[in-house]
């Protein structure tokens, strides 16, 4: 028995949770067809997540290198980046996105879903995932980096084209990376040089990361860039699914809408059950930094490993009735939406603000939405990296 968590097949016809189940039952750690090893269960997936230092995070293969690179360390991702460093690096990434940072936030996220919502109302229809999904991380990242609302739209469209995960020495790529990395190169010098001039600085994350030491040394230009880029990778990619999958849900389920606009208190339990039943992220990948062995299975050096996260998150023997989604479990941030362990994402709070604020905005201002006759929809979750969610929206 073998899984492929990176089935392109998965995208149209959706995730096989049937096959997942059997595989939690007959073989929770399977062979992987490209090689390397898929971790199925909550119980080994806990482990994998906790223990960093051997199961390390490689991002090399979705930026489309082989792995066998050696990316120098001021390029290395937050996730990639090794204790003890990582956790001084990650102090930085909780300064800016702590829940006393992002007091504002809330506000700038609820009019940026007005400001979406206003054209597709008048119109009667529209895309909620082009149209309202997914401009709301991009437009947020942009305004906490103090940058300008295009900036967003820049955001967006690195994100389809497939280079803001892209970077130095990724192949047809040139030699200084992504145009992502340009643009940050050109917004830190402008905040050198305002700075250098005297002019009262901003509040916001790039300054932070500007007037950060570790150890009393100031992070390169080349870390602040990388930095900035990865957050636009996690803010992106991954908010902008948990927000497509809300919206395409409370679609389908007219009941389910119905009853989160008159009980505003669903709002929480329904997002966080969205990270668990519809994870954002399927899968993650670690790579083996030596042999160990987990439950019997031997792996090796170097190997990798994909780490099942929506496949943990259905897991039998931790949640009853894991296939159904509920807004009544006893304890619904219990998942693994957000990842685990050391390295548990650092931007859960900023994803849960946008997402509560864009369901509120829809059940403040839609009376009935319904789908489009003859539109194709794609599964849930899953498949929501390009395909629009055509509806028809009546305004209260």
């Known amino acids: ?46 482990t994998a997540l906790k223990e960093v230092e051997t199961f390390v995070a ?17 390029e290395l991702f937050l996730s990639e980046i090794p204790e003890p460093r990582h956790g001084r690096i990650r102090r930085l990434y909780n300064s800016n996105f702590a829940p006393h940072r992002l007091r504002n936030t809330e506000e700038f996220v609820t009019r940026t879903c007005h400001r979406l919502l206003d054209p597709m109302l008048d119109a009667g229809e ?33 994100s389809f084209d497939g280079t803001l995960m892209q970077r130095p020495g990724t192949p047809g790529i040139k030699p200084t990376g992504p145009a992502i990395l340009d643009y940050f190169r050109d917004a830190l010098a402008g905040r050198r040089a305002s700075a250098a001039a005297g002019e009262e600085q901003p509040h916001d994350v790039i300054v932070g990361l500007m007037n950060a030491e570790i ?15 990865f957050m636009v990778m996690a803010g992106v ?27 505003r208190d669903l709002v929480s339990p329904l997002v966080e ?28 050096a170097g190997e990798w490993v994909e780490v099942g996260i929506g496949s943990a998150n259905r897991d039998e023997t ?34 849960r603000i946008e997402a509560s604020c864009a369901v509120n905005v829809l059940c403040d201002r839609v009376a009935e939405m319904s789908v489009v006759a ?23």
């Open 374 to 396: 003859g539109a194709t929809y794609p599964p849930l979750p899953g498949g929501m990296s390009h395909l629009p969610i055509p509806a028809k929206l009546t305004a209260k």
């Open 58 to 74: 490689d991002l090399a293969p979705m930026a489309g290198l082989s792995g066998t690179e050696v990316v120098p360390a001021e």
């Open 237 to 263: 990619h991954t908010t902008r699914a948990l927000l497509v999958h809300l919206a395409h849900r409370l679609l389908r389920d007219r009941e389910l809408f119905e009853r989160v606009s008159a009980d």
């Open 215 to 229: 150890d009393g040394v100031p992070l390169s230009d080349t870390e602040i860039v990388t930095q900035l880029q």
């Open 126 to 158: 529209g895309d909620l995932h082009a149209g309202y999904a997914m401009p709301i991380p991009s437009a947020t990242l942009a305004d906490l980096m103090g940058l300008p609302p295009e900036a967003g739209e820049k955001f967006m469209g690195w």
């Open 273 to 300: 059950e969205s990270l668990r039943h519809d994870a954002p992220v399927q899968a993650t990948t670690r790579r083996c930094t030596h042999d160990v062995a987990l439950d019997g299975v031997e792996m090796h």
């Open 318 to 351: 931790v949640y009853d009735d894991p296939d159904a989604f509920r807004l009544d479990r006893d304890d619904p941030r219990d998942h693994l939406g957000f990842g685990g362990g050391p390295h548990i994402c650092p931007g859960a709070t900023l994803a």
């Open 1 to 46: 028995m073998e899984f492929d968590a990176r089935d392109p097949s998965h995208e149209v016809d959706g995730v096989p949770f049937h096959t997942l189940s059997r595989i939690r039952t007959e073989q929770p750690i399977c062979p992987s067809p490209k090689g390397g090893w898929y971790l199925s269960t909550r119980r080994h997936i806990d």
